[in-house]
């Protein structure tokens, strides 16, 4: 178990260009969220995949965003037409979701967008 | 919706000191709370959880206690060490997510 790892651990990109962010979950995980993190903030939930359906967005995903986890397995997070309003740390955690087992969930490193 | 109030500012301390960070709770039922920690560079790392009401978290030398008369998750610890520094989260868990507070920067001077 490596556990939850993202890619690219940081991106640097110029308004208006689009960006992909991969995430891979600890590989039993049957659910995987997305959240951002603005500096002095504490993360705030994206949205969240149980399995390969998307089951919940948050107003904060505008139509810019679209997350996709196509086997259940990675995810990615794509930003289409970049704003500097999207300057921030996008984490990864994935959890367990089952009868007994707990909400813990695990987080990866996040990546940091930069938007210029 | 669910949501976290940490208290305000970063935390300044000596080593040794006691800890106290506050932290409270708006929910609907009655969710699992915890605190996450983030040390400089590095991702959010779970500190210690509570799942129902009076349940004490514990890990590292830090406690948290679950008080559902206050709906509070106040964290503590005893005698903090350099190795402390970092930033601290409260979490509830809800709605299928996680809620946040805004964190506390604690920085223990030797």
């Known amino acids: 178990d490596t556990g939850v790892s993202q890619n690219p651990r940081h991106k640097i990109t110029k308004r208006g260009q689009n960006v992909t962010f991969r995430c891979d979950p600890i590989?039993?995980?049957?659910?995987l969220y997305w959240y951002r993190q603005t500096l002095g903030q504490g993360p705030e939930f994206l949205t969240y995949f149980q399995n390969e359906a998307q089951l919940e967005k948050s107003r904060l995903l505008s139509d810019r965003f679209s997350a996709e986890r196509p086997k259940g397995s990675f995810s990615t997070l794509e930003i289409q037409r970049t704003e500097q309003g999207d300057s921030a740390m996008y984490l990864c955690?994935?959890?367990?979701?089952?009868?007994?087992?707990?909400?813990?969930?695990?987080f990866g490193p996040g990546t940091r967008l930069t938007v210029l | 919706g669910d949501s976290v109030t940490q208290m305000e500012g970063p935390v300044t301390l000596s080593e040794e000191a006691f800890l106290t960070i506050n932290c409270t709770y708006t929910a609907t039922g009655y969710p699992s709370l915890f605190w996450y920690v983030q040390y400089p560079g590095e991702g959010l790392q779970l500190l210690l959880k509570?799942?129902?009401?009076?349940d004490k978290g514990s890990n590292k030398g830090f406690e948290a206690t679950y008080r559902k008369e206050t709906t509070s998750f106040h964290l503590e610890k005893g005698s903090v060490q350099v190795s402390d520094s970092a930033v601290y989260f409260c979490a509830l868990y809800g709605n299928n997510r996680l809620a946040f507070g805004k964190g506390n920067q604690v920085v223990v001077i030797p």
């Open positions: 955690a994935s959890s367990l979701i089952g009868a007994g087992v707990s909400d813990e969930q695990f």
């Open positions: 509570a799942t129902k009401a009076d």
């Open positions: 590989s039993e995980h049957n659910r």
